[in-house]
Structure formats: C-alpha cells, structure tokens
C-alpha cells in the first residue's frame, strides 16, 4: 500500500514492477549543497560527475580522492601491499577524475589550524553560500 504522500509526489504504474516517475507537478528545484573532501570516494565520486551537470548543485569543501573503488591490491616483499586503480571511470565528456579527484566548485582547503580548532569550515562555507544565494535569487 502507498502512502497518501507518497502517492501525491510519484506518478505510479498498473504493475508493481513499473517504474516509478516523479510527476512534473510536484518538482521543486532548490539550491543543493554537497560536502566533499579527501575522504570522498568510489559510488559518491559517480554521484558527482552525475551532479556536475545539475545546475542548482554545488560541490564545497577539497578535491575528492579520485578512485573508482574498484583496486587491485599487490602483495610486497616484507609484507607491504598497494593498490592500483582498475577502472578507467570519465565525466560524460570525457573529463578525467582518476588519479585527480573531483574539484569542488567551492575550495575550502583544511589547514591544521582549521582542524585542530574542531570547526566545521566547509560546512560553514555552505551554509553562508546558501544564505547569500537565497537572498540574492528567486529561487
């Protein structure tokens, strides 16, 4: 069974394996602000070359770690490994990230003093961006 909310947001099919579409009606563009940094990686660095083209998406914080996810791991002598990036992964237009990372729209570099400080500068940077983008738009 469907919630009544559910049901007002998506447009569903007779079937139960239908695909499920959202009704033009109810989409709201809102500006959206995504975290990233050196942490960032694999499933959510293919999340953000699908974001990249989303005009109401920013990206703030480092560049991300630039990996597909997808490592061969290399046994060394004296018990070292290393990993070795298996997949060649693109933006749509052929943009390379592997081995780069992603650069965010809006670089907040972590510094020593901003870590030890225990503030969040990116999250910061977000918000005040977001309240600037409000007040000056009509979104």
Same mark, same amino acid.
């Given at each position: 069974?469907?919630?009544?909310?559910?049901?007002?947001?998506? $447009?569903?099919?007779?079937?139960?394996?239908?695909?499920?579409?959202?009704k033009?009606?109810?989409?709201?563009?809102?500006?959206?602000?995504?975290?990233?940094?050196?942490? @960032?990686?694999?499933?959510?660095?293919?999340?953000?070359?699908?974001?990249?083209?989303?005009?109401?998406?920013?990206?703030?914080?480092?560049?991300?770690?630039?990996?597909?996810?997808?490592?061969?791991?290399?046994?060394?002598?004296?018990?070292? @490994?290393?990993?070795?990036?298996?997949?060649?992964?693109?933006?749509?237009?052929?943009?390379?990230?592997?081995g780069?990372?992603? $650069?965010?729209?809006?670089?907040?570099?972590?510094?020593?003093d901003?870590?030890?400080?225990g503030?969040?500068?990116?999250?910061?940077?977000?918000?005040?961006?977001?309240?600037?983008?409000?007040?000056?738009?009509?979104?």
């Amino acid at each position: 069974m469907v919630s009544s909310r559910l049901a007002s947001w998506f $447009q569903f099919g007779e079937e139960s394996g239908d695909l499920v579409e959202l009704k033009s009606e109810s989409n709201h563009i809102v500006p959206t602000y995504v975290l990233i940094g050196r942490n @960032t990686a694999s499933a959510a660095e293919d999340f953000l070359v699908y974001a990249d083209s989303l005009e109401h998406f920013t990206t703030v914080g480092e560049p991300t770690y630039g990996s597909t996810g997808q490592p061969m791991i290399v046994d060394l002598p004296g018990g070292g @490994t290393f990993r070795v990036c298996t997949k060649r992964d693109t933006y749509p237009d052929g943009r390379e990230f592997v081995g780069y990372g992603i $650069q965010p729209d809006i670089l907040v570099e972590r510094t020593l003093d901003i870590v030890r400080s225990g503030e969040d500068k990116v999250l910061d940077r977000a918000f005040a961006d977001l309240e600037s983008s409000i007040t000056s738009s009509a979104f």
